[in-house]
């Protein structure tokens, strides 16, 4: 049996892959997990819509789209602006994913922290809440006088969740960065600041005892097979523990972003599409390679 894959998500806290017609499979530490590749890789469409061509894309775009598709997804994003009468409250916050690896951002607040979950953020708090635009205005003015971005790429966010500091270093970094952020004068009136309280997602990603990562996932081609031991997820990324003849080895990391548009069946074994290494830096951390 065939599903097509629609990536990771976070619904109350817990880890689930998501499939084509609302389908769930929910996830759990310290279980064997194992597919295989079927078919072409082609286009989720866009806001809920088939792509009407169903084209095919590219096995290493982290966006299962066409061209014509991302453009549509893009033009009705919050993200870009593109709905900027948006009646909803909005939250701004502060997402942590290790030392000095923090970023300002919104969310809509119905969504509660469902948002930095789906990012990976190992921490995070609140600073504010009022009307979409207020809340972008105040998001730009963080970045600029905090000097933190709006983004941070996954790949510098796997590299150190092996390595991380205790709660206390990551309340007091959150907390002063909180200080700041509230003190500043140029906020919107119609934006209401939010007391500072640390909200701590290693729990949820199972990070207590996580090995560094040895290699990452490339890309997913026809036939190939991803295997392993469940061992730790975060925001869109599965670490599993690799077996070869019986023998546990080093940990693999999947970025679930590269299932969507898939048809995925039932597999195990040993993994064989493609992968990058990853070597441990001078300083402890480890740095993505390339064949």
Known sequence: MEWRSAGLGWPDGVPVLRWDRGRVSPLSYGKEIGFRVVGERRCVGARGNACPLGTVVAGRASQARCAECARLDRAFSVAADGVPDDPRTY??????????????????????????????????????????MAARRTEELLRAALGVPDRIPYAKKRAVRHDLPGWPERVAEIGELH?????????????????????????????????????????????????????????????????????????????????????????????????????????????????
């Open 91 to 132: 939250r701004v916050y502060l997402a942590w994913f290790g030392a000095g690896m923090a970023k300002v951002g919104i969310t809509a607040e119905e969504r509660g922290s469902v948002r930095l979950l789906e990012q990976g953020a190992v921490a995070f708090s609140w600073l504010g809440r009022g009307p979409l």
């Open 179 to 291: 200080r700041r952020a509230v003190a500043l004068d140029g906020w919107p009136d119609s934006l209401e600041r939010v007391t500072f309280e640390a909200v701590d997602h290693s729990g949820a990603f199972a990070l207590a005892g996580l090995a560094p990562l040895t290699r990452v996932v490339s890309e997913l081609t026809a036939g190939g097979v991803v295997a392993g031991r469940l061992v730790a997820a975060a925001g869109p990324d599965l670490h599993l523990v690799e077996t070869t003849a019986g023998t546990e080895g080093g940990v693999l990391v999947l970025d679930t972003r590269l299932m969507s548009g898939w048809a995925l069946t039932g597999g195990g074994g040993v993994t064989t599409v493609p992968v990058r290494e990853v070597e441990a830096a001078g300083d402890g951390s480890v740095q993505e390679g390339l064949f």
